[in-house]
DNA sequence: CAATAAACATACACTCTGCATGTAGATTCA
DNA sequence: TGAATCTACATGCAGAGTGTATGTTTATTG
């Protein structure tokens, strides 16, 4: 239901049949996985054809990926947020990892930054985008917490990547109904098992 | 090329075929995704037709299930047969670890189980299926390290799941072309992180 | 050896994806 | 400002894939 239909100017048609069609496939990939979302399903909630979508998407992937963008991004946010800063290296990283179990709460994001993330995009596309997000703060805080000489060195790459991994498959148990405080125990033994005893 | 059609029970019929197609998907499994891997393709290479394949698995799912199980037991089997025993706890943890990413070199082999498998099976599926296989080592590898009074006392299913993750996105980065001494490096940290100073 | 069931092949209906073509609205420029 | 052009979107079509219903052959049962 549009109130008036005065002249709109293109880019503003543009970016909003892409915002409402990254929204509506956000929805349903949440709900449901991506599979078994169709474009026909997705243009139908958005009360729009399939021509609007492959007009601004090269296919269903491309639209998938945006939606992933988005939403990493909304992760990260809600994570900056929640993160007060000017706490002590290994303070910052497990306030980090809190806020992060929080964020992933939301339903069905999980599944889908988690789960069909990895499968559609491969595991370097989706390590591109949440490269540009979460995971930068997560290795920025390392980095900082082995100049510091609060945490062990070692290679940062691979030590960024295999935490987060940790994070993810924390985040999917608590989804799946593991309790939060289990594995906010384990991951805190994680990072204090990279601290150096001062 | 059969040699001889001498009378052949069903159940060998039926082996033999599951067998068959089971192999033949996963080595289609292995080069593309699930999603770009169709039936059609998957019976053609078999040399029969997709009313063997649907008379034997209920959807393409359940083939892909049977295959990521049998793919699972292959990688246990793997670390089982590069895994002396005799080993103290820490040692056995690394032994092990290191046999995982060594057997997840497989081509093709991180692909199916660790991207497309918990997008196709969910989370819960695949932690099924290697809750029979590989974690169930892992899982006692840490008890004992913490009955032995060589690790923290953590929760045990948390613990098992955070640490596999972690191996998972090693294996997935070594196979995009990281440094094993890397990967293993962290993996060591990791692990000792947790131990307990004797 | 007739009857039944299991193993597999063939054929069909349905759905989805991507593209090609068509149309209305916006932008450019004389 | 109005014709030409381009952008945004809708409609229609072709190809492919999944699952099922039905047909045929081979094994099992009594």
Redesign the pocket.
């Known amino acids: 239901m549009q109130e008036r ?10 970016e ?3 915002a409402l069609l990254i929204e509506t496939a956000r929805k349903l990939f949440a709900e449901k996985t991506y599979a078994e ?5 997705i ?1 139908a909630a958005a ?10 998407f ?4 491309a639209l998938f990926r945006a939606v992933a963008e988005h939403e990493a991004a909304t992760v990260a946010a809600e994570i900056e947020r929640a993160a007060p800063d000017g706490l002590g290296p290994r303070e910052a990283l497990l306030a980090g990892s809190q806020a992060y179990l929080e964020a992933m709460r939301a339903p069905g994001r999980t599944r889908l930054l988690l789960l069909d993330g990895p499968a559609v995009l491969g595991r370097a596309g989706m390590d591109e985008i949440d490269g540009r997000h979460g995971n930068r703060t997560l290795r920025e805080g390392l980095a900082i917490a082995m100049r510091a000489g609060a945490m062990q060195r070692l290679p940062l790459a691979a030590l960024t990547s295999q935490l987060a991994a940790a994070f993810d498959r924390a985040a999917l148990a608590v989804d799946a109904g593991s309790a939060m405080a289990d594995q906010m125990e384990v991951v805190t033994a994680l990072i204090d098992g990279l601290m150096l005893d001062a």
């Not at 239909?5 to 543009?14: A, G, K, P, V």
């Not at 009360?47 to 601004?56: E, F, I, K, P, Q």
């Not at 090269?58 to 992937?61: G, L, Q, R, V, Y």
């Open positions: 239909l005065e002249r709109r100017t293109n880019r503003d048609r543009s909003a049949m892409r979302t169709g474009t026909p399903e243009v009360g729009v054809t399939r021509g609007a979508l492959y007009h601004h090269a296919d269903k992937e």
